[in-house]
């Protein structure tokens, strides 16, 4: 219990220095909010005043204090861009993204754990070869690269799937997956490569330990040496990486939903930044960034659960 | 099948080699090259599939593919090392002093350095580029500034496995200064984790700089660069899929190299982390 008291203090912590991080670094913008509402050929006297109704001749410390006061209370501002308020455009395109996060991960996890084992149980023979140079050559490819390809053989060369943009599931479940899957499949392969490294390393250093020497002495058949004694040690390692990962993705699909005009979370962001929104910048970046940590806390915690060694230390 | 160490063993050759191949395209690239035959547009021959001309085929404005692909590697490799090397030279100091001193400063400064990893790097990049202005030097900082808190982290990790070994204790009572021991005992043995942090960064920053390009937030023509030539691709993929094949393969080779390479030399010089091979 003290254990998830500290965690989330510290993640509050954590929150604060990431609010003040993206509030500095949005701050050192040049050209300000009102310059951006009325165009950089606008009367002086008017920006002048805009300024000043804004709140920006305050000195930087109030503006913070007004800006994360505003987040907490859910007032989250208006986007330049979009003329909206934030806070709902923002909550509506997270949903968005979540389709292609979560189908990318279940994809790469499904695959990657697998091959991963198959590789660490041939250990340099042909299928460890195979399956590492499969994974090393997944990792050294950008994500846009993958989707480019993928948008040649698929959309266009085979004529399967749409190429570009989004449809909520809500209104038609089969048009969202369809136009989810080579996003997700774009994010997904890289993913995957990574997770099949790491799933082969641990499981290579676990397969030469003396418990699974015992195991097979006792004469267990080889499945439950590998699948049950095997893999149960390394699922907390590998579920490690994968919420690493998550970052990771994060930062992915800002390219690959602008790639197929996706239009979630990656691509308001790229929206925002390519257009220099700054409240929505700001708003955006603090999310992303909050998200990414409460992933990296929830894995924890799956450790924590999955690992009774952890528990009792 | 048993595959024989002495292949699996190539694999940091051919990495070497990879690396060792795109690294003197890209010193020697422009030396031998003309700058205006990367420039120089073929009105006759746009997006032409490759031909005797024009061994790599040509983009959207008639410009020769494989030269601009030869002096881009220029751009893509000079702003990765720079890159990397600046966080090299913010994170080795934060992560020794973090390690070596520990306590209250070790507390405050990972305290920082994982609140910045809770920003995707690609995100923190992007977002520099776009508060400093895109341009070459813009984007070593932004990569640069992404990719610092990891190698802080682990420099400091392995800083405070080195400061409890015997011999630093040793060198401590023997009345060395800190300074001295950081310097003398502390760095040289840290110093094969940083060269294989380095090389994976350096592969992890071609990828950054291609994706930063690529969005448009990155290096800005008329530099070439393998990102900016990929995103230059996207509105003729259907008629051309060569403009994109061939800077893509180009990072890719590249990266692969820097991928092999320092899988071997995590293998050789740091036989502790041993995996991902």
């Known amino acids: 219990m003290s254990y998830l008291v500290n965690r989330l203090l510290s993640m509050m912590l954590t929150l604060f220095l990431i609010s003040v991080i993206t509030f500095t670094v949005t701050n050192i913008l040049p050209g300000d909010v009102a310059m951006m509402i009325m165009g950089t050929q606008s009367n002086p006297e008017a920006l002048a005043g805009l300024r000043q109704s804004l709140g920006l001749n305050d000195p930087l410390i109030v503006q913070y204090g007004r800006w ?54 041939h250990a340099n023979r042909w299928q460890d070869t195979a399956a590492s140079s499969a994974s090393l050559v997944g990792v050294s490819l950008p994500d846009f690269f993958w989707g480019i390809m993928l948008i040649l053989l698929f959309a266009r060369g085979l004529g399967w799937l749409p190429s570009s943009g989004f449809i909520d599931p809500a209104d038609d479940i089969w048009g969202a997956m369809r136009h989810a899957l080579l996003p997700s499949l774009a994010l997904g392969l890289g993913l995957m490569a990574h997770l099949t490294r790491m799933t082969r390393a641990t499981m290579t250093g676990i397969l030469n330990q003396e418990f699974i020497r015992v195991a097979r002495a006792k004469g267990l058949d080889e499945g439950t040496v590998v699948w049950r004694y095997g893999l149960a040690n390394a699922v907390g390692p ?23 005009n996706f239009t979630g979370m990656g691509w308001l962001t790229y929206q925002a930044l390519l257009n220099r929104d700054i409240p929505l910048i700001q708003a955006s970046v603090f999310v992303i960034a909050a998200v990414v940590m409460l992933a990296n806390l929830i894995v924890d915690l799956l450790y924590v659960a999955v690992d009774p060694r952890i528990r009792l230390s | 099948m048993r595959i024989p160490a002495a292949f699996r063993r190539s694999k940091g050759l051919i990495g070497a080699i990879l690396v060792l191949s795109v690294f003197l395209v890209a010193l020697l690239a422009p030396v031998f090259i003309p700058e205006d035959w990367a420039t120089q547009m073929d009105m006759r021959a746009r997006l032409s599939p490759p031909t005797w001309a024009h061994p790599l085929g040509t983009d959207q404005l008639g410009r020769d593919l494989m030269y601009r692909v030869l002096l881009g590697a220029q751009t893509s490799i000079y702003i990765a090392s720079a890159a990397v090397l600046m966080s090299i030279v913010i994170g080795l100091p934060l992560g020794l002093i973090s390690g070596y001193v520990g306590r209250t400063t070790d507390n405050v400064l990972m305290r920082l350095v994982d609140t910045l990893l809770s920003f995707p790097a690609l995100l923190l990049a992007l977002t520099i580029s776009a508060v400093l202005g895109p341009n070459l030097q813009n984007t ?18 392995e800083a405070l496995r080195v400061a409890q070994m015997p011999y630093v204790e040793g060198a401590r009572t023997a009345g060395n200064s800190d300074f001295r021991i950081i310097v003398h005992h502390i760095l040289p043995n840290i110093m094969p984790a940083v060269i294989v942090q380095s090389t994976i960064s350096l592969a992890f920053a071609i990828l950054a700089e291609a994706g ?40 890719a080779v590249t990266v692969l190299g820097l991928n092999m390479f320092g899988d071997a030399l995590r293998d050789a010089l740091d036989p502790r982390a041993k995996g991902g091979s």
């Open chain 1, 68 to 121: 994360i006061g505003g987040m907490l209370t859910g007032d989250w501002g208006n986007s330049l861009v979009f003329k909206e308020p934030i806070a709902p455009l923002l909550l509506q395109k997270m949903k968005a993204s979540a389709l292609i996060v979560l189908f990318s991960m279940s994809i790469a996890l499904v695959c990657a754990v697998p091959l991963g084992v198959w590789a660490a149980v």
């Open chain 1, 238 to 260: 590998v579920m490690t990486v994968a919420g690493l990962q998550v970052g990771y993705l994060f930062g992915s699909i800002i390219v690959i939903e602008s790639l197929f």
């Open chain 2, 140 to 157: 070593i900082i932004a990569i640069g500034i992404a990719f610092t808190p990891f190698l802080a982290r682990i420099i400091r990790g």
């Open chain 2, 212 to 251: 930063l390009s690529f969005l448009g937030l990155g290096t800005q023509p008329p530099d070439a660069s393998w990102g900016l030539m990929i995103q230059a691709s996207r509105d003729y993929l259907d008629r051309a899929p060569w403009t994109a094949l061939v800077p893509g393969v180009a990072v």
